[in-house]
């Protein structure tokens, strides 16, 4: 590789996987695909389109990862067909990684959790979340189900090489701030078209001693500022997390010190408050003074973006010993089924259950309307979730804020959207 020409992370793991030397933004390549994912939503399309090639055999049947997780449970007749095309087809052919109800999760903190993911990795998933594995140092970004059902066939995809953006956020993170709250905070600043196809790189102090529940976060958010990928570098907090769940060998990548960004955003965090969005847009951002006092029939804590361990103890930190405000339903979905063992193992659903939350098995569920914890006309919702489109968790004529954790715990013992030193004090 020519080492007088600068290239980030993701040219570089695009340039390897096309058999480059290297890789430009807006050039077009082909790449080979060390995962491609689909859920049981998206997954029945590409199956669909996938059997019409009259294929006996997919391209590796350890590299497709199948998850029904949006609309599972099963909630009606419909979503039980969609997961049965799943589990058909895992059967028919012998997909490895095939995850059913009792030992799945929400696919994009599953893949992590079980050790899937690997920095240099080309990741492509039917889910536009699928984004939330650059965390670990891999390309890995959403795609049409018709481009899963051709990598399903021949391991392969095509990109444009995008650009890149470089955030880096310094400081000291305050307390009761997360990885979510700077990813809000960026889609503020940036809107949700700020990095339309571009790759976005975190970096930064802050950054440097986020947990990678935060990482995940941030990196699962990148599409909500219509990012192609959001990814951190490797570090000794990736390799941490890697040991004991990764079995294979990886190479980490990384961006070149005379890398060319096509632009620098900087941040101070030292003194940030917890973010909120407003509706009806992930970019409609506000500090949570400024949201006080808004008023709150249900709040969620869970989805890909923050049901995972730390996000869980944030809230049992925040509502231990209280009960939620009368009049309010708080959801709590863990993640995975290994975070929800966890979470009782370490008294986490205790708390939750002492202060009236309803808890529920691993799902998408409430996140994207789907059940759960649909809105009724003119209801307002907190969630941990990322989007809160018009109708996005029911009637069209429902809000949904987003927050972190503890803000989402603090405002549901309070009945209204609060800092969390407001129930703690």
Request: negative net charge; charged residues 20%.
């Amino acid at each position: 590789m020519n080492n007088n020409f600068g290239m980030t992370m993701v040219e570089k793991i695009l340039a390897a996987k096309a058999g480059k030397d290297k890789a430009v933004p807006g050039e077009l390549v082909n790449v080979e695909v060390d995962l491609a994912l689909g859920n049981d939503i998206t997954a029945p399309v590409a199956i669909k389109e996938f059997k019409r090639f009259g294929l006996d055999r997919v391209f590796d049947s350890e590299k497709i990862v199948l998850v029904p997780d949006h609309f599972t449970p099963n909630k009606d007749i419909a979503a039980a067909e969609q997961a049965l095309v799943l589990r058909r087809f895992a059967k028919e052919y012998g997909i490895k990684h095939y995850f059913e109800v009792g030992r799945m999760g929400i696919e994009h903190a599953l893949l992590p959790e079980q050790g899937l993911v690997r920095p240099g990795m080309v990741i492509i998933g039917a889910d536009s979340h699928t984004c939330t594995y650059g965390a670990l140092g891999a390309f890995a970004t959403g795609v049409g189900s018709t481009d899963l059902a051709a990598a399903m066939a021949i391991g392969e995809a095509w990109f444009k090489v995008p650009p890149t953006i470089r955030f880096e956020y310094n400081g000291q993170i305050p307390e009761w701030v997360s990885g979510k709250d700077l990813i809000l905070l960026t889609i503020g600043k940036i809107g949700v078209e700020g990095a339309r196809y571009r790759a976005m790189e975190f970096a930064g102090s802050a950054i440097d001693s986020l947990p990678m529940d935060g990482r995940l976060t941030m990196a699962n958010m990148a599409i909500e500022a219509g990012g192609k990928c959001g990814y951190m570098q490797p570090d000794q907090i990736t390799f941490d997390y890697l040991e004991g769940r990764v079995d294979r060998a990886y190479t980490s990548v990384y961006s070149d010190a005379n890398a060319s960004y096509e632009s620098i955003h900087t941040f101070d965090v030292n003194n940030l408050e917890p973010q909120i969005a407003f509706p009806p847009s992930p970019d409609n951002v506000f500090p949570v003074s400024d949201a006080k006092g808004i008023e709150l029939d249900q709040v969620v804590i869970g989805s890909c973006t923050n049901g995972r361990i730390d996000d869980l103890r944030a809230a049992a930190s925040v509502i231990r010993g209280k009960k939620v405000k009368e009049g309010l339903r708080l959801l709590i979905i863990p993640a995975t089924q290994h975070i929800y063992r966890q979470a009782i193992d370490e008294g986490l659903m205790a708390d939750f259950i002492d202060a009236e939350a309803a808890v529920s098995t691993p799902t998408c569920g409430p996140c994207l309307g789907g059940h759960m914890g649909i809105l009724a006309k003119g209801e307002k919702a907190l969630a941990t979730t990322n989007r809160n489109f018009v109708g996005r968790m029911g009637h069209p004529e429902s809000e949904v804020y987003l927050s972190n954790p503890a803000v989402a715990a603090a405002s549901a013992v309070a009945g209204s959207i609060v800092h969390p030193e407001e129930v703690l004090s």
